[in-house]
């Protein structure tokens, strides 16, 4: 095989592609309308803040420090308290719904407080259990801000205990729970871009026979998935281009990594993504049920098992282990710590390690699946 | 030139494991022939033969289980790509984009054969020129017609010089004309380049014009050797016959074909009828009621084939319906228009498809259109049966005018698509049961029509078989049984022997000229031209005017007495399009 013969052909299978693609809108949507679309309307649309939340309150304490201490009940959009006189009260209340959570502070109170043990109850509709986190996230933190505001002597560590526990939204101060699905909607963009668009578009040439007559050829195997991931890799970049642009200036989701490693990250993982979408299309040779492997092999697990919704710790420990061999966790992982962490050179470095692997692994899989026969 | 084989097959074997069939079947079983170089070889069979299975393995892209095969030199099981750098290839599925324009398509395939830039637009310039599409370049080949389509595909497959060039079933619905430019493409590449051309094909005819002929028949080689020698097989056996008056070429085909001690095959040919010998029976045997006149004939290579088929041993063909007359249509007039159109317009946008046309259709005829592609065949047919709306013009189907009673003309017809249109996961028993249901059938009636149809076509052993899986003729055979369970009095049929082989064909036209014996009127379409002699009457569509309407005979008639159907309907076509030109 002579390497300008290789060029030439390179250069016509790319150039068909691209001919097909702008003759056929339905890729360019999917690859680059599509992601912008999901992440205008899923970014401004979907978020978890909960505001006005009923609160029943039940101050035992009556001293004007547990009233500064609770103050935030009152200036925040976030909660809409309901002061009870007594415990019972607030718990009727509770059964009948009225109110999502009691916050209750005993009469020793302030005392404790300046003894460093002070507690305050917080005790939470459960049902509801994703409103729930959210309340009690918003309650630990406005209760951190107050301590913020009135470093207590003595001892030291003055905290208000007991049932508020250590809050993670750390790198999130301005509490938007955008800040976390923009990272995420990039994954779940990236997928279908990657998985979906590969594997319909080469499960569509082995529907119409084309690909039949490309075998009987003096085309490689190589080449021919070649020139089919050059073109939607570009419309995938393209996509995660207009993404970032998004997420930078419409939603100002800081980026506190640097960019080369999210662009790279993102690399690898798109070659990951087509590897499997060739390997899909060749297993399936039929574009809807291509469609329908790539949908739950690739965009279910990104959307579910990733840790984008639900948090993988909270799961059983043998769904934890499927999610967190998935190449969209690993993605998922990288750029999260990369837009809101900062450089973290150990998990960059061991992400993007895991994701050269599936690349390199499903790259070598879908070569050793296209074998030049057609049966 | 070396007397090398192109092509040197050892017992090549392959077997396939068919989910639908549940079983598996062998493609190929222990083929060896030998195809010479610089020459038009041609592979036949029936349907299932191996033909596509060997096709493929010639081109590397299917690997046999055993066996050795030697293709211009290389051993292609070991090393395809050797062989594929130096072969043109055009699969069924002709290979093209749809989305691309001719040109682009030209240059795709041109560029990854590695032609030099400057050669390749001299080159397509050529190739589109000798297949007619020079100025057609810039249209996307998705819009082309059906023969158009077969011949761009035909120039990919050209697009770079090659050894060798292998084609499967290039002409399978090709309008008579196009098959001929076809042809005379890769008869001017086997004399003037040496190439060695390889195509299988339906029509025995286009065999004949071939150097080779390699007969397959459920994946063994029944014949390879010279069409003049598979004739020859039939030497002696062929003979014809001519009518009586008052008695049509179709009865004597029926009379001949009863006659099962003497004769092994027949069919309606130039207004009398062909049939071939039982080997060992004489043409003083032959003693046909209403027939006179009898002949022997020259053998041509169809009788060759079919006494090859046909010969004891070999599986013959599936007999076809008993011509028992259906009660609901008897009684009524033969003569009585039952289908008349006056004006007849469809217009697409600024395009007309049918500028005006007007003919009648008499009960109990079988009435045939034809048309090369893209001459406003389909859109007639379609709107006849109701499915396309009429742009303007008068149509009245079974006394119904179909703008204003379209579903209930609809309970008159039944209709048969080109494509298979059953469900093919029910059985066939299931499928009847809800196609009669969606006449209205049901309960006691219901059952016994279908056990009227099931009787009709002979498929009482396939009743619970799935629809997928059922032989090729017998699909065909359900599909007319749904089609006539709610006992319409016209029979639409769309292609219906599209992809059939010839003893499929046979069979399938007996159950039309029994159905139409027995009161019904039967409208059908087909590219096959000798299937033209089984209709009472033909009309000729061209650019969506009538060219020639009339008897088979008429029609040949009035073109100066043309030979065969396949030349008479050429000279009509050409002469029209050369009037209109000039």
Same mark, same amino acid.
């Given at each position: 095989m002579s390497l300008p013969g290789f060029g030439r052909r390179m250069r016509a299978l790319v150039r068909k592609e691209f001919i097909q693609m702008s003759r056929d809108n339905s890729s360019i949507l999917i690859g680059a309308v599509l992601p912008l679309l999901l992440i205008l309307v899923i970014g401004s649309g979907v978020s978890l803040d909960v505001n006005d939340i009923p609160v029943a309150v039940v101050m035992e304490d009556s001293s004007p420090t547990l009233r500064d201490v609770l103050s935030f009940l009152e200036g925040s959009s976030q909660f809409s308290p309901v002061y009870t006189a007594s415990m019972r009260d607030a718990e009727a209340l509770m059964q009948d719904r009225e109110v999502d959570a009691i916050l209750r502070a005993r009469s020793d109170f302030t005392p404790n407080l300046y003894r460093g043990r002070a507690s305050i109850q917080l005790i939470l509709y459960g049902v509801d259990s994703g409103r729930a986190a959210v309340i009690q996230g918003y309650a630990d933190e406005a209760l951190a801000m107050w301590e913020e505001r009135h470093p207590v002597d003595a001892e030291g560590s003055g905290q208000p205990g007991g049932i508020v526990i250590v809050n993670r939204m750390w790198f999130n101060e301005a509490n938007s729970s955008r800040w976390y699905f923009i990272p995420g909607l990039i994954v779940l963009i990236m997928t279908i871009a990657g998985v979906f668009l590969t594997s319909l578009i080469m499960a569509r040439e082995w529907e119409r026979g084309t690909l039949e007559a490309l075998f009987v050829s003096p085309l490689g195997p190589g080449e021919i998935l070649a020139a089919k991931i050059v073109p939607y890799f570009c419309v995938a970049m393209t996509g995660f281009l207009l993404c970032l642009l998004a997420s930078k200036f419409l939603y100002r989701v800081p980026l506190r990594g640097s960019l080369w490693l999210v662009v790279s990250g993102t690399v690898l993982y798109l070659l990951a993504a087509s590897g499997m979408g060739l390997m899909i299309s060749s297993a399936t040779r039929n574009q809807f049920l291509a469609s329908q492997v790539a949908l739950l092999t690739s965009f279910l697990p990104a959307l579910v098992l990733s840790g984008f919704i639900f948090d993988l710790r909270s799961m059983p420990g043998f769904i934890r282990g499927i999610g967190s061999v998935l190449p969209s966790t690993f993605y998922m992982d990288l750029l999260k710590t990369l837009f809101?962490?900062?450089?973290?050179r150990r998990i960059a470095a061991k992400d993007c390690a895991a994701l050269a692997a599936y690349a390199a692994g499903f790259m070598l899989l879908a070569l050793a699946s296209t074998r030049k026969r057609v049966a | 030139m070396s007397s090398e084989p192109a092509v040197a097959a050892k017992n090549l074997s392959r077997s396939f494991r068919s989910r639908a069939l549940g079983k598996t079947v062998r493609a190929l079983d222990g083929v060896s022939f030998e195809m010479p170089s610089g020459e038009i070889s041609a592979l036949i069979g029936p349907d299932g033969a191996g033909k596509t299975t060997l096709i493929r393995v010639i081109c590397g892209i299917v690997r046999p289980d055993s066996g050795r095969l030697v293709v211009m030199g290389a051993d292609v099981t070991k090393s395809p790509r050797a062989v594929q750098g130096r072969m043109g290839y055009m699969p069924q599925q002709s290979g093209l984009y749809d989305d691309l324009t001719v040109q682009e398509n030209m240059d795709l395939y041109a560029d990854i054969r590695g032609v030099a830039p400057s050669d390749r637009s001299r080159r397509a310039s050529w190739l589109l020129g000798m297949a007619g599409l020079a100025q057609f370049t810039d249209r996307a080949a998705g819009r082309l017609s059906g023969g158009m389509k077969q011949k761009l595909a035909l120039a990919c497959a050209l697009a770079a010089p090659s050894d060798i060039l292998v084609l499967d079933e290039p002409t399978s619905g090709v309008d008579p004309l196009s098959r001929r430019e076809l042809w005379e493409i890769l008869r001017l590449m086997a004399r003037d380049e040496r190439m060695t051309v390889i195509l299988s094909t339906p029509y025995m005819e286009e065999a004949a014009l071939s150097g080779m002929v390699l007969v397959l028949n459920e994946g063994r080689v029944l014949f390879a050797g010279s069409p003049g020698d598979l004739s020859m097989r039939a030497r002696g056996l062929c003979g014809s016959l001519m009518p009586e008056e008052g008695v049509s070429a179709r009865a004597l085909q029926s009379r001949l074909l009863d006659d099962g001690e003497t004769i092994i095959d027949a069919l309606p040919h130039g207004g009398g009828a062909r049939f071939i010998l039982r080997p060992g029976a004489s043409l003083s045997d032959v003693r046909i009621e209403g027939s006179r006149g009898v002949a022997s004939a020259e053998p041509r290579l169809e009788d060759g084939f079919m006494t090859l088929l046909l010969r004891p041993g070999a599986s013959g063909p599936a007999r076809g319906g008993r011509a028992s007359p259906s009660p609901a249509v008897q009684g009524q007039a033969a003569g009585e228009t039952v289908i008349e159109v006056r004006d007849l317009v469809r217009k697409f946008g600024p395009f007309t498809a049918v500028g005006g046309i007007s003919f009648g259709v008499r009960r109990m005829e079988i009435f045939g259109l034809l048309g090369p592609n893209g001459s406003g065949k389909t859109t007639t047919f379609r709107m006849l049966c109701g499915l396309l709306p009429a742009t303007g013009g008068f149509l009245r189907v079974a006394g119904e005018d179909l703008r204003f009673a379209a579903s209930h003309a609809r309970m008159k017809i039944g209709y048969v698509a080109q494509k298979f249109s059953l469900y093919g996961n029910l059985s066939v028993r299931e499928n009847l049961r809800f196609f009669g249901g969606a006449y209205g059938l049901h309960g006691h009636k219901l059952r016994e029509r279908i056990e009227e149809a099931v009787e009709r076509f002979g498929l009482g052993e396939y009743m619970n078989e799935r629809c997928s899986r059922l032989p090729g003729g017998f699909k065909q055979r359900a599909a007319m049984a749904s089609a006539l369970l709610h006992e319409p009095e016209i029979l639409f049929l769309d292609e219906p022997t599209s992809g059939i082989d010839p003893l499929a064909r046979r069979a399938f036209w007996r159950s039309i000229t029994s159905l139409a014996a027995s009161g019904m009127t039967v409208i059908v379409t087909t590219h096959?031209? =000798? =299937?033209? =002699?089984?209709?009472d009457r033909i009309v000729i569509l061209d650019s969506g005017s009538i060219l020639a309407i009339g008897t088979p005979g008429e029609v040949r008639e009035g073109t100066g007495g043309a030979p065969t159907m396949d030349e008479a309907f050429i000279r009509i076509v050409e002469d029209s399009r050369g009037r209109n030109a000039t």
């Open positions: 809101l962490a900062g450089d973290n | 096959f031209m =000798e =299937e033209a =002699e089984y209709c």
